[in-house]
């Protein structure tokens, strides 16, 4: 009875040393762009597969969070990646004015890093991770590969900059070219597709209409009016049509705001792992499938629209399809799945406010710029002073860049006064005031500082009441305010018999899954991750 006992103790003492040990083989990152984590619970009675696995199985935070007072999708996918706030990591936005400049957070020349053309050849245009500036987890998986253990990562999505912001330097990204409808790369990655990737391209090409048909019949499923197109960003898309427009430069524009670009990204990402395992049976995968069709269709019709809810559903079991597919292939046991977004998103304001959200308001930015420019033209004789407004950001023309320090700062100090008059912004900050800011990131002001990056975060930062956007645009909704409908995301890991189910109401933040992730996969944390590994873990 001893022996027995003794022989049972060891052997749960070798399955828990085992279990401290194993490492997944595939890892696949779910990042659904523009997915507040209320979405999660709002349609939860009608999610069914995929997602309702993440909330049913997995280690589930209900309160994760993005550190960023400027939501946006390059930013966010890179927090995720690195685990670095965007004053380290450089990605303050999808796009700034670096000495007066635009820049693109992907661009760069086509001389160093051409787009590949799917059909041969490059264009003329480039794309990188230069703009990153420091590693990521998926850098630092691919770093640990042997002749032994080979490992890869992998970022698919339908955006460039999506894509690159998860696969940073050492990963290898592809995304959608809505030129052709096939995946493409950047020859700062590759100098050609490889061979799958070309037969995906050929055998998965896209060439018919896409027709939207609603997952359900049931008119429960689509609450808040959705059938409502007063507020909308056009005709619907359900029940609908959408062609491919040969007449057009990109005739797959369309394309990117309907459930089959989703599904075009996960059937590569289907494709990739069944081309990696039969080449490396002993390695290892992490796959990131970048979800942005959601973003697509709720800046036009919003987060109370049928097609934002349907283009849920239908996720739901695509998601479900692509995890499956995971487990089949190498064992259920062997497969850590992760959900996640890269920001939230509000109401369309103009429908807000006729629901009775009478502080939801379009707060005009170029008409603000008038005003700022004429209210310098009057007092200083100076004229277009500010050049433009992006994400928050108050951009000054290259003539005030070109005035002394002492000049360039009393209009600075001018231009805050005046916007301090407006009733539907909170503070105008400058980088002297937010280098000044200290405490806990869930204050509003020190997030701004660690979304603030000299050079690319402009001459002002804006911070705008609750459920006020400030935006060119108008029509449709943007997510650049600092508030949770614009950062509270989902934040699930579901790995069978590693991870138990639990959901978690502690506050964490999403830069804490990059370290997370290192302690999983065994690899380095990456260098500028300086947030715990999530708890419970």
Known sequence: MIKHLYLMLCGALVFHLQAEITSPKITLIFVIDQCPYRYTVQLQQYLKAGLARFKNEGLVFTNAHHPNAMPATCTGHTDLNTGAYADTHGIVGNAWYTRGKKMACDDDTPERAPVLNPLGGFYDEGKSPQHILT???????????????????????????????????????????????????????????????????????????????PKYQNADAYPHDTQNYKYRGGQPLINSTTP??????????????????????????????????????????????????????????????????????????????????????????????????????????????????????????KKLIEELNSCIEDEFGISHAVHDIKNSALYLSNTMRKMSHTLKQKLCKRIQKQLHCSPYIVHAWLPDEIATQHGPVTTIPYRIKRQFFSGRSGDIIIETRPYVLLTMKHTGVGHNAPYTYNTHVPLSLMWPEHLQHKMIDTKVTTTQLAPTLAKILKVPQPAGAEDSVLPEM
């Open 135 to 213: 590693d990521g987890i998926s850098d630092q998986f691919a770093l640990a590969s042997t002749p032994e253990h080979p490992q890869a990562t992998y970022s698919f999505g339908i955006k460039s900059r999506a894509a690159i912001a998860t696969s940073n330097k050492c990963g290898t990204p592809f995304w959608i070219d809505t030129r052709t409808g096939m995946f493409t790369t950047s020859g700062a990655y590759l100098q050609k597709l490889p061979e799958w990737l070309m037969a995906f391209n050929t055998q998965h090409k896209i060439t018919e209409p896409f027709v939207w048909k």
């Open 244 to 365: 491919i427009d040969a007449t057009s430069v990109h005739p797959y524009d369309m394309m990117l705001l309907t459930p089959a670009a989703n599904q075009l990204v996960l059937d590569a990402c289907v494709a990739c792992m069944d081309n990696f395992f039969k080449e490396h049976a002993d390695g290892s995968l992490l796959i990131w499938a970048c979800l942005g069709s959601l973003d697509k269709i709720g800046h036009a019709y919003g987060s109370w629209s049928k097609e934002v809810w349907d283009m849920l559903y239908w996720l739901d079991d695509q998601i479900d399809g692509c995890i499956r597919h995971a487990e089949k292939l190498v064992g259920a046991t062997n497969v850590l799945s992760i959900l996640t977004s890269d920001h939230g998103v509000p109401p369309i304001p103009e429908e807000a406010q006729a629901k009775g959200l009478s502080n939801s308001i379009r707060l005009d930015a």
